[in-house]
T-cell receptor, first 112, second 115 residues
Framework: DGGITQSPKYLFRKEGQNVTLSCEQNLNHDAMYWYRQDPGQGLRLIYYSQIVNDFQKGDIAEGYSVSREKKESFPLTVTSAQKNPTAFYLCAARISNTGELFFGEGSRLTVL | AQKVTQAQTEISVVEKEDVTLDCVYE???????LFWYKQPPSGELVFLIR??????QNEISGRYSWNFQKSTSSFNFTITASQVVDSAVYFC????????????FGTGTRLQVFP
């Protein structure tokens, strides 16, 4: 099956712990994105990457880190510096320059 | 600055009613794309439509139709004869070609269709 795979789907974390969310794509798209969604709010951009070994901060990058060592993979680490990490996280990959994003099923992170 | 406003937070209708979801956008770009996405309870965002700023033709796809009006900076979405399966959160989004990296989303409209 083609698409974007996020894991885990649900994750619980204690305060002070780092956690890494996985995002893998087999669409061969160059650009990948991480968005955060809070209840009643839209999607806010955390980080994005247009090519391997390069990435840029989005609107709410503080407390997060990413890497892009392979085209297919764009993991997101939620660090202990993120003050309010409980949220729904969505990964996406973009088709060329049309802007159309394809999304994964999301990862729901809960900090206990 | 770019901005997308979906003023309707939640809409409830009864099956078979028509419903229109509003989207108003702001951009300084003369060339841009507008999108609608559907987010069912499962969480994944599903792409519905993309429109570029040079094409103001309305589009119809089955029960779905879109009305793009540059004069009012609006890109409204109408579902005709709504069904329970249409219940979801719908997001309008904007991509300005001056800033091709970021797709800016509205806050979404939750549509509930009751049988």
């Amino acid at each position: 099956d083609g698409g974007i795979t996020q894991s885990p789907k649900y994750l619980f974390r204690k305060e002070g712990q780092n956690v890494t969310l996985s995002c893998e794509q087999n669409l061969n798209h160059d650009a990948m994105y991480w968005y955060r969604q809070d209840p009643g709010q839209g999607l806010r951009l955390i980080y994005y990457s247009q090519i391997v070994n390069d990435f840029q901060k989005g609107d709410i990058a503080e407390g997060y880190s990413v890497s892009r060592e392979k085209k297919e993979s764009f993991p997101l680490t939620v660090t202990s510096a993120q003050k309010n990490p409980t949220a729904f996280y969505l990964c996406a990959a973009r088709i060329s320059n049309t802007g159309e994003l394809f999304f994964g099923e999301g990862s729901r992170l809960t900090v206990l | 600055a770019q901005k997308v406003t979906q003023a309707q937070t939640e809409i409830s209708v009864v099956e078979k009613e028509d419903v229109t979801l509003d989207c108003v956008y702001e951009t300084r770009d003369t060339t841009y794309y507008l999108f609608w996405y559907k987010q069912p309870p499962s969480g994944e965002l599903v792409f519905l439509i993309r429109r570029n700023s040079f094409d103001e033709q309305n589009e119809i796809s089955g029960r779905y139709s879109w009305n793009f009006q540059k004069s009012t900076s609006s890109f409204n979405f109408t579902i005709t004869a709504s069904q329970v399966v249409d219940s979801a959160v719908y997001f309008c989004a904007l991509l300005g070609l001056y800033n091709t990296d970021k797709l800016i989303f509205g806050t979404g409209t939750r549509l509930q269709v009751f049988p």
